[in-house]
Nanobody
Framework: QLQASGGGLVQPGGSLKLSCAAS????????MGWFHQAPGKEREFVGI???????YYADSVKGRFTLSRDNAKNTVYLQMNNLKPEDTAVYYC???????????????????WGQGTQVTVSS
């Protein structure tokens, strides 16, 4: 199971840190990360740690968002800085043990999902 938390309301330019705590499996070797979904849109890739080796980000968040892992806590984080109104969405954490690199960008390839946490960026 994945338990996401940390969303909220923040002004443009502000910061939030999302957490995704895993139970029932060990995150260290999994591909894990974050997608988001705005109203009326499909779930989109934000940032993924591929098997704990390398992190990939969507172009729209590069330089602003940082994904990290704490294997001792079995948790993945998403530090979001300089937030913009277009970042407003429900953020979901995802995990899978078998993905190949070319598949990490596609939400339908992941076996495990958290419940989602709302991020709203507005003045």
């Amino acid at each position: 199971q994945l338990q996401a938390s940390g969303g909220g309301l923040v002004q443009p330019g502000g910061s939030l840190k999302l957490s995704c705590a895993a139970s029932g499996f060990t995150v260290s070797s999994y591909t894990m990360g974050w997608f988001h979904q705005a109203p009326g849109k499909e779930r989109e890739f934000v940032g993924i740690s591929f098997r704990g080796v390398r992190v990939y980000y969507a172009d729209s968040v590069k330089g602003r968002f940082t994904l990290s892992r704490d294997n001792a806590k079995n948790t993945v984080y998403l530090q979001m800085n300089n937030l913009k109104p277009e970042d407003t969405a429900v953020y979901y954490c995802a995990a899978d043990s078998r993905l190949i690199l070319s598949s990490i960008y596609y939400a339908d390839r992941y076996d495990h999902w958290g419940q989602g946490t709302q991020v709203t960026v507005s003045s």
